[in-house]
T-cell receptor
Framework: GAVVSQHPSWVICKSGTSVKIECRSLDFQATTMFWYRQFPKQSLMLMATSNEGSKATYEQGVEKDKFLINHASLTLSTLTVTSAHPEDSSFYIC????????????FGPGTRLLVL | AQKITQTQPGMFVQEKEAVTLDCTYDTSDPSYGLFWYKQPSSGEMIFLIYQGSYDQQNATEGRYSLNFQKARKSANLVISASQLGDSAMYFCAMREGWDSSASKIIFGSGTRLSIRP
């Protein structure tokens, strides 16, 4: 099946620093990628939709200046958490849809962020 | 308004028994897709099964089957012959619209399934 990778798998950082998370589709091209956030024992909450070559579409309540998304190529989208604070600590998961328009999204393994 | 509702926060089932995880959805779009994902403690989201709104038959994938009741807007997941490895969080999700390349997926709150040996 299709493979989506995320890097890093986990990161610990100091409050105030910025953290970049990469999402790559390894064996298919993805015109659209999605970024989700999941707090402990809760469901996945969509943060934004990342489209290759255009600006990301953010969900209501998600600060676009706080969570910068760049979808520079058909296989890579990045999420940068700027000036991270402890409340940004969460599990961040990306997903990608193949350009061929398959019915399902393929999820990355997730990135655990802990802001001290 | 909640688009995807999973009313069972947790379930305990004896190994080898069948289990049904409930999911109801709300949409006015005639074209939509329904998904079930499994999330073990490692955090990865594992795709289990998909049902399109126009599919005539209930989807099946190995031990997984989706009981699609369109008029009742329910899409329950049935796992037959449960195994210890089935213990995980299970999420029901929906995508609205026909264009699968652009539509986002909305997730339910999840059901934690625990299989007893």
């Amino acid at each position: 099946g299709a493979v989506v990778s995320q890097h890093p798998s986990w990161v610990i950082c100091k409050s105030g620093t910025s953290v970049k998370i990469e999402c790559r589709s390894l064996d298919f091209q993805a015109t659209t990628m999605f970024w989700y956030r999941q707090f402990p024992k809760q469901s996945l909450m969509l943060m934004a939709t990342s489209n290759e070559g255009s600006k990301a579409t953010y969900e209501q309540g998600v600060e676009k200046d706080k969570f910068l998304i760049n979808h520079a190529s058909l296989t890579l989208s990045t999420l940068t958490v700027t000036s991270a604070h402890p409340e940004d600590s969460s599990f961040y998961i990306c997903s990608a849809i193949a350009s061929s328009g398959k019915e399902t999204q393929y999820f990355g393994p997730g990135t655990r962020l802990l802001v001290l | 308004a909640q688009k995807i509702t999973q009313t069972q926060p947790g379930m305990f089932v004896q190994e080898k028994e069948a289990v049904t995880l409930d999911c109801t959805y709300d949409t006015s779009d005639p074209s939509y897709g329904l998904f079930w994902y499994k999330q073990p403690s490692s955090g990865e989201m594992i795709f289990l099964i998909y049902q399109g709104s126009y599919d005539q038959q209930n989807a099946t994938e190995g031990r997984y089957s989706l009981n699609f009741q369109k008029a009742r807007k329910s899409a329950n997941l049935v796992i037959s012959a449960s195994q210890l490895g089935d213990s995980a969080m299970y999420f029901c999700a929906m995508r609205e619209g026909w264009d699968s390349s652009a539509s986002k997926i909305i997730f339910g709150s999840g059901t934690r399934l625990s299989i007893r040996p």
